[in-house]
């Protein structure tokens, strides 16, 4: 049902869509799951349930041949007839447009594996909004193996199949697009502490586990290059100049870290993160310091007070 793209637009997602789609899914798989376990222990044992699908429109800008997707939102879906609440969907957009009066709908999107027959309808139902929209789905199945975020980019084409005019899904490819803001909170849901109240040990295995990964996954993309690089070498594939330039200039980076420049520049910045932990740890001893002063001249006046002076222990 899905094919390549060929409308030659660029697309840029923000994590604030990934994030939100994510967050929604787990929403109401968590509340989904709650219900079937309470209706579960009575009616016994069956097979699992299906995972949830959620819908819900995403929002953004278009600059020429470029498409920004900046925000989703959700929206309420009706399973029995295949269609979305179009008076929640209108509500929606007339509240959004108030505070981002730049974003455009540009599409909607959805969980699951892959695209489904269903999905046209919703796709269709929205082209009187956005003539072209897109579908972003995102696949909420666990693979360990995939290296790749599992979201995929849908545009709509027009296809003669069989001599019928057919709209059909094609794939687009997209980069990931962030800003400062975004890049901040990123950084800051990646290091909340988890919900059952682990420890900072098991903090600390996750942390090591993510940086063996990238560590891994940066080591079987080097050895990838350094094959191709040899059969290269070796005239057994052909000679491509421009990512020879682009192996160039990385290699051209790594010197820099050996040079003498670089480790005068390394130890000065080492010695002063030193020296800043030692004024803190001076300033946190003076203030120590003070108090238990504080705490004797208190103690001292006192007694003084009642007549006589008596040693302090």
Known sequence: MASSSSSGLTFKLHPLVLLNISDHYTRVK???????????????????????????????????????????????????????DRAFLEKKQELYKKVFPNFYILGWYSTGSDAQESDMNIHRALM???????????????????????????????????????????QASYTIETVEA???????????????????????????????SAIKMLNSRIRVLHHYLLAMQKGEIPRENSLLRQVSSLLRRLPTIESE????????????????SYLAMFTNCSSTMNELVDKFNTAYERHSRRGGRTSFI
């Open 128 to 170: 009187d909004i956005n003539e072209s929209p897109l579908y972003v789905l995102l696949n909420p199945s666990i693979n360990h193996a995939q290296k790749d975020l599992p979201i995929t980019i849908y545009e709509s084409e027009l296809h003669i199949i069989d001599g019928i005019p057919q709209l059909i899904f094609a």
């Open 261 to 276: 420049k670089f480790r005068d520049d390394f130890l000065m910045e080492y010695n002063d993160t030193l020296l800043v």
């Open 182 to 212: 975004e890049r901040i909170s990123v950084d800051h849901v990646a290091h909340l502490k988890p919900s059952d109240g682990g420890s900072a040990a098991t903090q600390l295995a996750a942390h090591l586990t993510g940086t063996h």
């Open 30 to 84: 968590s509340q989904a799951t709650g219900a079937d376990a309470g209706a579960g222990s009575s009616a016994g044992a069956d097979s699992p349930p299906p995972p949830p699908r959620v819908f819900g429109c995403v929002i953004g800008v278009q600059r020429g041949r470029t498409v920004e997707i900046f925000n989703s939102f959700e929206l309420l879906y009706d399973p029995s007839t295949h269609s979305l």
